[in-house]
């Protein structure tokens, strides 16, 4: 087996497997909702059907290149000529094997551009899927925020009827009261709108969506490893390997393939008996153009290949900095600040009810505490889109990197 071959299969190898050996970062809920979606997307099946197109080129490569040529020849005049013959060209310069590998790693690029679109598609869908998840707990904080206000409004007419607060108090109260159903208003609109962007690109309709983890991120991730899996770069490979094949087979091209003949006949009552040859002479274009042009195609991927590692691991780089970052800032929000925004929600509803804090200062403490709130939910919601950012990057979708069976 060739070296190309050789290639060629350790790649076939690493396509049939999950790109990334790390742990699956996803949950099941998130798998089944990915395999849905895949199942669903034209784009995908149209990349299936491009792996089955280029099966049959690959087979077909594979094939011999020249057929028998049957060749008859009579002619009656004094004398009676018979004769049949066979002719086969010979490939000299086994074209036939340049062909083939050349089939086998244009299937590899089908493979590998259906695993990256898989990927592309995941990432639209599970970025969609944090952006209504965080409208929904927005909308959440907005309705808490629109209940608190209610119920300020309820207790502020019940003071003004006891005489224990004025009628500002209550206007305030009911200015803050609609003020809070205009947010709900735009949190309701916005997570419409962010419900029907997941669906458009999930294509699917479903009544309840999974909740999408937030895993901390790794310390010390397989960065060589990740990046040598990723779609993107295995495509690349394939495609440096099928221009190295058509190097060969521009130098194949070179050798001029002979063709034998065998004749048999009559002439009267003669048997007739012949041998032929003949084989182009190479001496007007003796091809080296092409070879030339074939090398300098495969020494244009591999520079190709350069460049696409070089973005892949710069994009690697920055969304786990980024994704470090976010996470870092979330976890200090939950060890510190969540649950003294809880308290002094608490609080400040206490001081209020025991009338040691205005009506004003009431509303611009649970005002900013809400704000305060949402700001942290907007920060989870941006988590969440670094963690996906980072499972594209480093190409770790659970069985995104899957793909049908080798040829």
């Known amino acids: 087996m060739s070296l190309q071959q050789l290639f060629l299969t350790g790649l076939l190898a690493c396509l049939a497997l999950p790109i990334g ?48 040529e049957l060749d008859v020849d009579a002619e009656r005049t004094a004398v009676t000529t018979l004769s049949v013959g066979i002719n086969q060209t010979i490939d000299w310069g086994d074209k036939r094997g340049a062909q083939r590998q050349m089939g086998n790693s244009d299937v590899l690029v089908a493979r590998a551009e259906l695993a990256s679109l898989r990927q592309q598609v995941a990432s639209e869908v599970l970025m969609a899927l944090a952006r209504y998840q965080s409208a929904q707990e927005q909308r959440q904080l ?14 502020t007419e019940q003071r003004y009827a006891a005489g224990d607060l004025g009628q500002l108090d209550v206007a305030l109260a009911r200015v803050a009261f609609s003020e809070s159903h205009m947010q709900m208003a735009r949190r309701e609109a916005e997570v419409a709108t962010q419900q029907a962007a997941l669906v458009a690109t999930s294509g699917l309709g479903l009544s309840q969506w999974p909740a999408l ?61 012949g041998l032929s040859f003949s084989m182009p002479l190479n001496v007007r274009n003796d091809f080296t153009a092409e070879v030339t042009a074939a090398a300098q195609q495969a020494v244009q991927e591999e520079k190709i290949l350069l460049d696409l590692r070089r973005l892949a691991a710069s994009r690697f780089d920055g969304s786990l900095s980024v994704y470090r970052l976010t996470h870092r800032a979330w976890r200090q929000w939950q060890n510190a600040g969540q649950g003294n925004l809880t308290q002094q929600l608490s609080l400040v509803q206490r001081i209020w009810e025991a009338g040691e804090l205005s009506t004003t200062d009431y509303l611009l403490q649970t005002g900013q505490n809400i704000n305060t709130q949402i700001t942290a939910a907007e920060l989870k919601g941006d988590l969440r889109l670094a963690w996906v950012e980072w499972l594209k990057a480093s190409g770790q979708f659970g069985g995104a990197g899957q793909t049908p069976d080798s040829p």
Do not use: C
């Open 21 to 68: 050996a790390a742990p699956p970062l996803t949950s099941p809920a998130i798998d089944d909702l990915l395999r849905q979606a895949w199942e669903n997307h034209p784009g995908i099946q149209a990349a299936q059907s491009a792996i089955d197109a280029a099966r049959a080129r690959s087979e077909a490569a594979g094939k011999p290149i020249y057929n028998p």
């Open 142 to 155: 907005a309705t808490r925020y629109g209940e608190l206000m209610g119920q300020l409004v309820e207790t």
């Open 213 to 273: 983890p937030i895993p901390a991120p790794p310390a010390d991730p397989q960065r060589d490893a990740l990046l040598a899996g990723l779609p993107q770069l295995v495509a690349q490979q394939a495609r440096i390997a099928n221009a190295r094949a058509g190097t060969e087979l521009a130098r194949a091209s070179r050798r001029a393939d002979p063709t034998f003949g065998l004749r048999g006949g009559a002439e009267e009552n003669d048997l007739l008996l």
